[in-house]
């Protein structure tokens, strides 16, 4: 069989697509020219098995993706078409139509990235939701406060990594989405959805379906930080639950609902975020059907064991699957510590904290940063484990203590300032 591979992301060491279908079939490759090395060495490592190798500058908004994916598959003949991100699931389900292969089709990858199809179908089938509406223009805007209140959230219908995502919370906040937004003005409108604002503890529900069957379904807490905090240079953190959590019986029976109600493909991995309100009702924001970013594969696989884009693919491909623990190994957990504006002095090269298992770093001494405009951005992060959600989460705490007392940013205009 004949594969062909969409990527976006850094192929790196574990991102290894023709390994995980096996010698006996071919992967070809269109690539984003960003996501491959440009050290040789590297560079040949991280294509090593591809049949064919396609690189495309701007690759989210470049159209001749799909189109020489067309072209080749006229020559070849595709089988299956694998997409890893949030963003490339569309264009996947387009070329899958078109090719007449199988897997999941234009209408299920709708209902998982449009944000306004899919609080309709959870809606209907009872799923407890925000209050939302779509908003094309200011009448709808203005009209949706008016009925709700502030604070009001408005984010993109088909955005990811909580990229142009705004609360409002008074006239000036919609004065500022109308400059962002020029198209509210516009005949042919904004394709943004509003939604009842909601304080909240989020919790994250990860997991994979295999042959129709949940395999994995496990969630995990962002306890005090939110994806939105770290956009405005707070650092994100998140856990696993304990197994005894009186918390993750109720998550998982929700996230299996909206499951069951949107069109999941036989075969997915799933990311879903649910929202603990402040008297402990537990309220469904959304679902994908993609592997969780911001390093959550990460904390899967140092908790479980198994790295599920490789248990996706290769049941895809037919191999022997690979198993899956219904329960978690050990508990981990990750913290991202997001950039701040002004220039990078120091940053340290190892962590010393107990209970971290790994440490990264994103930027160098001298680069100039800017603001997280993704809830995935960051300077550094680390990866925890642990016997407990509580072990877990003081090395994540004292890690952040100890990353922001010996990094500093000299902030535009003033003196240097601790990350």
């Known amino acids: 069989m004949r594969y062909l591979v969409l990527n976006r992301t850094?192929?790196?060491?574990?991102?290894?697509?023709?390994?995980?279908?096996?010698?006996?079939?071919?992967?070809?490759?269109?690539?984003?020219?960003?996501?491959?090395?440009?050290?040789?060495?590297?560079?040949?490592?991280?294509?090593?098995?591809?049949?064919?190798?396609?690189?495309?500058?701007?690759?989210?908004?470049?159209?001749?993706?799909?189109?020489?994916?067309l072209a080749m598959h006229r020559k070849w003949g595709f089988d299956r078409v694998l997409a890893l991100s949030e963003f490339d699931i569309l264009r996947a389900a387009r070329l899958r139509e078109i090719f007449g292969v199988p897997g999941?089709?234009?209408?299920?990858?709708?209902?998982?990235?449009?944000?306004?199809?899919?609080?309709?179908?959870?809606?209907?089938?009872?799923?407890?939701?925000?209050r939302y509406a779509p908003v094309s223009n200011l009448a709808d805007l203005l009209g949706f406060v008016e009925g709700n209140g502030y604070p009001v959230v408005v984010k993109p219908r088909r955005g990811g990594g909580s990229m142009d995502v705004?609360?409002?919370?008074?006239?000036?906040?919609?004065?500022?989405?109308?400059?962002?937004?020029?198209?509210?003005?516009?005949?042919?409108?904004?394709?943004?959805?509003?939604?009842?604002?909601?304080?909240?503890?989020?919790?994250?529900?990860?997991?994979?379906?295999?042959?129709?069957?949940?395999?994995?379904?496990?969630?995990?807490?962002?306890?005090?930080?939110?994806?939105?905090?770290?956009?405005?240079?707070?650092?994100?953190?998140?856990?696993?639950?304990?197994?005894?959590?009186?918390?993750?019986?109720?998550?998982?029976?929700?996230?299996?609902?909206?499951?069951?109600?949107?069109?999941?493909?036989?075969?997915?991995?799933?990311?879903?975020?649910v929202f603990l309100t402040e008297d402990g009702r537990m309220v469904f924001n959304e679902v994908a059907s993609r592997m969780g970013g911001g390093m959550i594969e990460d904390v899967l696989k140092l908790g479980f064991g198994v790295f599920l884009p490789e248990v996706y693919v290769r049941n895809l491909s037919g191999h022997e699957p690979l198993d899956v623990p219904a329960a978690p190994l050990r508990i981990a957990g990750l913290s991202l510590f997001p950039p701040r504006p002004g220039t990078l002095v120091r940053i340290p090269g190892e962590c010393p904290v107990p209970?971290?298992?790994?440490?990264?770093?994103?930027?160098?001494?001298?680069?100039e940063l800017e603001p997280a405009k993704l809830?995935?951005?960051?300077?550094?992060?680390?990866?925890?484990?642990?016997?407990?959600?509580?072990?877990?989460?003081?090395?994540?705490?004292?890690?952040?203590?100890w990353f922001e007392r010996n990094t500093v940013i000299q902030g535009r205009g003033g003196p240097d300032s601790a990350s």
Not at 45 to 67: I, K, M, T
Request: hydrophobic content about 40%.
């Open 166 to 273: 705004h609360v409002l919370r008074d006239e000036q906040d919609i004065d500022s989405l109308l400059a962002a937004h020029r198209d509210l003005g516009t005949d042919d409108g904004a394709q943004l959805i509003a939604e009842q604002y909601i304080e909240h503890e989020l919790l994250h529900v990860d997991g994979i379906v295999l042959d129709g069957e949940i395999k994995l379904i496990w969630a995990s807490t962002q306890g005090d930080s939110t994806c939105l905090d770290i956009k405005q240079g707070n650092a994100l953190h998140s856990c696993l639950m304990d197994p005894d959590d009186p918390l993750l019986a109720p998550a998982q029976e929700l996230t299996r609902r909206a499951l069951a109600a949107l069109p999941t493909p036989d075969t997915s991995m799933f990311h879903a975020e």
């Open 355 to 367: 209970g971290i298992t790994e440490y990264r770093t994103y930027a160098e001494p001298g680069a």
């Open 375 to 401: 809830s995935v951005e960051k300077i550094g992060s680390v990866l925890a484990t642990g016997g407990s959600r509580a072990e877990v989460e003081t090395a994540l705490s004292d890690a952040l203590t």
């Open 10 to 69: 850094p192929l790196t060491s574990g991102l290894r697509f023709p390994d995980w279908i096996g010698a006996d079939d071919e992967a070809v490759l269109l690539t984003d020219t960003a996501a491959v090395s440009t050290d040789p060495r590297e560079r040949t490592a991280q294509l090593a098995g591809y049949a064919h190798v396609e690189f495309f500058d701007d690759f989210h908004f470049n159209p001749l993706v799909e189109s020489q994916a």
């Open 104 to 130: 999941q089709d234009v209408a299920s990858a709708t209902a998982f990235r449009d944000k306004l199809d899919m609080k309709r179908i959870l809606s209907e089938a009872g799923v407890p939701l925000a």
